[in-house]
């Protein structure tokens, strides 16, 4: 049985087709890549799916890594789809469910995009790598990277939360703080030889790792999927990701019907695609002065902004932006109604499903998954203690 099915990059934005077996970043025209299936060829059922280990890799087939021998773990995958009945009694969603990426490694969904992104670059023979980050990601990265004995530089703002940097410290990375936002961090980067990128969408396989959220939801919904599914963008990966896996299920012949509304959900902040959004424009322009309580979705200019609007406008989703006093104000009564301590920016999905339902946007009856993306004990300042 093969590996994996994956048979080409993609450019979603001029169409080239490139070659999957080489170190690739982005494509000449300056798009992100995206990896292709031969969804076709893979002749798995959902009985011997359901039989096999509860991580992500159990869709291997629909991931890029061509062998097992080069799987990169530490056991990512799989996290709960909570009911949240009380909290969704007080919002009025009865049918809410959590989405919970708190309990995996690294504490942050983006273990899944580092595992299976340092997996395929180990795979193609890249043995250093390096990316800006807000925290999370770079944390996350450097600890795959140090699961697979490769080398990582990590830049991050200074503002990052302290348990980021000390995480990437410990696994032996490089860190370089930067005094300044993302893109200071991203511009820093590109000034060191070496290093093979891996920032956001700049290699094609993070959001490989990413889509295995939205594998995993219909997988726990039995393969019936919800009416929306809200998302706490600022890179956009995690809800390209969704998307993406959504569409190679309804290609497999797994899933069928409408698929679930995509929301982005952004702070006031910082919320170039709500803006681009609610504009109709195909893509967003950076936002100035940039700064959240949300830290993880502090991304002025996201290089896959025109695909997170796609996804929306394809699905007929939305785009809506909360500010940082709701979002702590959730965070707390979420944890008060259910005893969940979930991130500021998971938290953001809950101020705008109540925010969505207020409006009618969200009906009653209706099934909606919210994504928490992060642990909340990574975020002690979000818990004053007088």
Known sequence: MTFSSLSQLECPRCGTVHDADQIIGLCPCGSPLLARYDVQSVKLTKDE?????PDLWRYHELLPVRSAANVVTLGEGMTPLLPLPRYGREVGVDRLLMKDEGLIPTGTFKAR????????????????????????????WATYAARAGMEALIAMPIAAPEICRREVKVVGARLHLVDGLIGDAAAYIREQPGYFDVSTLKEPYRIEGKKTMGLEIAEQLDW??????????????????????????????????????????????????????????????????????????TVPKALGDFLVLQAIADTGGCAVAVDDEAILAELHRLAQLEGAFICPEGAATFAAVRRLRESGWIQPGEQVVALNTGLGLKYPETVPLT
């Open 113 to 140: 995009g580092a595992a299976v992104g340092v997996s395929r670059a180990y795979e193609v023979g890249v043995r250093k790598i390096a990316m800006p980050t807000n925290g999370n990601a770079g944390s996350a």
């Open 49 to 53: 799916l359901a039989a096999r280990p």
């Open 224 to 297: 019936q999927l919800p009416d929306v599914i809200l998302y706490p963008t600022g890179g956009g990966v995690g809800i390209i990701g969704i998307w993406k896996a959504l569409l190679e299920l309804q290609e497999l012949g797994w899933v069928d019907g409408p698929l679930p509304r995509l929301v982005a959900v952004q702070s006031t902040g910082c919320a170039p695609i709500v803006q681009a959004y609610e504009n109709g424009l195909p893509e967003s322009e950076p936002w100035p002065d940039a700064k959240t309580v949300a830290f993880g979705i």
